[in-house]
Protein backbone atom coordinates (compact mmCIF):
# COMPACT_ATOMS: atom_id res chain seq x y z
CA UNK A 1 0.00 0.00 0.00
CA UNK A 2 1.48 3.52 -1.26
CA UNK A 3 2.18 5.75 1.96
CA UNK A 4 1.34 8.67 -0.32
CA UNK A 5 -1.60 10.11 -2.21
CA UNK A 6 -0.31 10.82 -6.02
CA UNK A 7 -2.74 13.08 -7.00
CA UNK A 8 -0.53 15.65 -5.20
CA UNK A 9 2.18 15.32 -7.86
CA UNK A 10 2.28 17.29 -10.87
CA UNK A 11 3.01 15.70 -13.75
CA UNK A 12 5.96 16.20 -16.47
CA UNK A 13 3.48 17.32 -18.96
CA UNK A 14 2.13 19.61 -16.66
CA UNK A 15 5.76 21.10 -15.74
CA UNK A 16 6.44 21.38 -19.69
CA UNK A 17 3.65 23.11 -20.23
CA UNK A 18 4.02 25.61 -17.36
CA UNK A 19 7.56 26.44 -18.53
CA UNK A 20 6.58 27.14 -22.56
CA UNK A 21 4.10 29.16 -20.79
CA UNK A 22 6.53 31.18 -18.16
CA UNK A 23 9.35 30.83 -20.89
CA UNK A 24 8.53 30.93 -24.30
CA UNK A 25 12.12 31.62 -25.63
CA UNK A 26 13.80 28.67 -23.56
CA UNK A 27 15.63 25.56 -24.59
CA UNK A 28 15.28 22.06 -22.76
CA UNK A 29 17.75 19.78 -23.76
CA UNK A 30 18.25 16.07 -22.96
CA UNK A 31 21.44 14.32 -23.79
CA UNK A 32 21.97 10.39 -23.35
CA UNK A 33 24.60 9.90 -20.78
CA UNK A 34 24.76 6.30 -20.42
CA UNK A 35 22.73 3.30 -22.35
CA UNK A 36 22.79 -0.38 -21.72
CA UNK A 37 20.97 -3.31 -21.72
CA UNK A 38 20.95 -2.80 -18.34
CA UNK A 39 19.62 0.45 -17.42
CA UNK A 40 19.63 4.34 -19.14
CA UNK A 41 20.64 7.81 -18.12
CA UNK A 42 19.66 10.80 -19.72
CA UNK A 43 20.86 14.04 -18.38
CA UNK A 44 18.45 17.07 -18.74
CA UNK A 45 19.51 20.42 -19.08
CA UNK A 46 17.16 23.57 -18.51
CA UNK A 47 17.40 27.19 -20.06
CA UNK A 48 15.35 30.37 -19.68
CA UNK A 49 16.01 31.78 -22.80
CA UNK A 50 17.43 29.93 -26.14
CA UNK A 51 20.51 31.65 -26.22
CA UNK A 52 21.92 31.18 -23.02
CA UNK A 53 25.20 29.48 -23.02
CA UNK A 54 24.94 27.64 -19.69
CA UNK A 55 21.54 26.28 -18.24
CA UNK A 56 19.49 27.37 -15.09
CA UNK A 57 19.02 23.61 -13.99
CA UNK A 58 20.59 20.10 -14.99
CA UNK A 59 19.86 16.80 -13.50
CA UNK A 60 19.54 13.05 -14.28
CA UNK A 61 17.71 10.38 -14.17
CA UNK A 62 17.56 6.68 -14.59
CA UNK A 63 15.53 3.79 -15.96
CA UNK A 64 15.91 0.01 -15.56
CA UNK A 65 13.84 -2.17 -18.42
CA UNK A 66 12.04 -4.30 -15.69
CA UNK A 67 10.79 -2.01 -13.76
CA UNK A 68 7.61 -1.33 -15.86
CA UNK A 69 5.53 -2.10 -19.02
CA UNK A 70 6.47 1.40 -20.09
CA UNK A 71 10.15 0.63 -20.18
CA UNK A 72 10.15 -2.82 -21.51
CA UNK A 73 9.33 -0.93 -24.75
CA UNK A 74 10.16 2.76 -23.96
CA UNK A 75 12.64 3.01 -21.66
CA UNK A 76 14.91 5.70 -23.38
CA UNK A 77 11.96 8.21 -24.02
CA UNK A 78 10.71 7.75 -20.45
CA UNK A 79 13.82 8.47 -19.10
CA UNK A 80 14.26 11.82 -20.88
CA UNK A 81 10.80 12.33 -19.69
CA UNK A 82 11.83 11.57 -16.12
CA UNK A 83 14.89 13.91 -16.73
CA UNK A 84 13.18 16.44 -17.91
CA UNK A 85 10.72 15.98 -14.93
CA UNK A 86 13.29 16.50 -11.99
CA UNK A 87 15.63 19.42 -13.80
CA UNK A 88 12.60 21.50 -14.27
CA UNK A 89 11.40 20.71 -10.79
CA UNK A 90 14.90 22.57 -9.52
CA UNK A 91 13.63 25.62 -11.17
CA UNK A 92 11.13 25.27 -7.70
CA UNK A 93 7.36 27.13 -7.48
CA UNK A 94 5.06 26.41 -9.65
CA UNK A 95 7.81 24.33 -11.46
CA UNK A 96 7.12 22.21 -8.52
CA UNK A 97 3.90 21.68 -7.69
CA UNK A 98 2.66 20.63 -4.22
CA UNK A 99 5.92 18.29 -3.82
CA UNK A 100 9.12 18.46 -5.81
CA UNK A 101 9.48 14.68 -6.94
CA UNK A 102 6.62 13.95 -10.31
CA UNK A 103 3.80 12.08 -10.41
CA UNK A 104 5.76 9.24 -12.60
CA UNK A 105 8.08 9.23 -10.69
CA UNK A 106 6.10 8.60 -7.99
CA UNK A 107 4.13 6.06 -9.62
CA UNK A 108 7.38 4.59 -10.17
CA UNK A 109 8.05 3.96 -6.19
CA UNK A 110 4.42 3.24 -5.61
CA UNK A 111 5.30 0.42 -8.07
CA UNK A 112 8.14 -0.89 -6.64
CA UNK A 113 6.68 -1.25 -3.03
CA UNK A 114 3.70 -3.17 -4.50
CA UNK A 115 5.92 -5.56 -6.31
CA UNK A 116 8.80 -5.27 -2.78
CA UNK A 117 5.46 -6.56 -0.51
CA UNK A 118 4.63 -9.86 -2.65
CA UNK A 119 8.70 -10.90 -2.26
CA UNK A 120 9.32 -13.44 -0.34
CA UNK A 121 12.54 -12.15 1.40
CA UNK A 122 13.22 -15.34 3.51
CA UNK A 123 13.31 -17.70 0.61
CA UNK A 124 15.15 -15.73 -1.47
CA UNK A 125 17.57 -15.69 2.05
CA UNK A 126 17.57 -19.38 2.25
CA UNK A 127 19.05 -19.83 -0.99
CA UNK A 128 22.13 -17.22 -0.19
CA UNK A 129 25.41 -18.36 1.07
CA UNK A 130 27.31 -15.78 1.19
CA UNK A 131 27.05 -13.28 4.25
CA UNK A 132 27.68 -9.87 1.79
CA UNK A 133 25.06 -10.83 -0.18
CA UNK A 134 23.12 -11.33 2.99
CA UNK A 135 23.49 -7.89 4.16
CA UNK A 136 22.43 -6.28 0.33
CA UNK A 137 19.13 -8.44 0.71
CA UNK A 138 18.91 -7.26 4.35
CA UNK A 139 19.25 -3.59 3.29
CA UNK A 140 17.35 -4.05 0.15
CA UNK A 141 14.50 -5.28 2.63
CA UNK A 142 14.75 -3.00 5.17
CA UNK A 143 14.61 -0.08 2.48
CA UNK A 144 11.44 -1.59 1.23
CA UNK A 145 9.45 -2.07 4.61
CA UNK A 146 9.97 -5.62 5.69
CA UNK A 147 9.01 -6.95 8.94
CA UNK A 148 11.52 -6.22 11.70
CA UNK A 149 10.87 -9.74 12.69
CA UNK A 150 11.71 -10.89 8.68
CA UNK A 151 14.82 -8.75 9.07
CA UNK A 152 15.85 -10.65 12.54
CA UNK A 153 15.88 -13.57 9.97
CA UNK A 154 17.53 -12.79 7.52
CA UNK A 155 20.59 -11.62 10.35
CA UNK A 156 20.33 -14.68 11.69
CA UNK A 157 20.50 -16.51 8.14
CA UNK A 158 23.80 -14.20 8.16
CA UNK A 159 25.51 -15.08 11.37
CA UNK A 160 25.04 -19.16 10.73
CA UNK A 161 27.17 -18.91 7.55
CA UNK A 162 30.40 -20.04 8.14
CA UNK A 163 33.94 -19.22 6.09
CA UNK A 164 33.25 -22.62 4.35
CA UNK A 165 29.89 -20.66 2.82
CA UNK A 166 27.75 -23.06 4.65
CA UNK A 167 25.74 -22.93 8.07
CA UNK A 168 27.85 -23.02 11.39
CA UNK A 169 28.33 -26.69 12.25
CA UNK A 170 27.97 -27.81 8.64
CA UNK A 171 30.72 -29.24 7.06
Known amino acids: MARFDISQYTTVAERIDLFWKAHPSGRLH ?64 QFTGAKRPSAEEMAKVQRHEDSSAKRDWLAEAEKLTDKDALRLLWAEASQAGAATKTLEKIKERAESIGANGKPSGAR
Open 30 to 93: TELVHFSPERVVIKAEVYLDRDDPRPVTVDFAEERPETSPVNKVSMVENCATSSLGRALADLGG
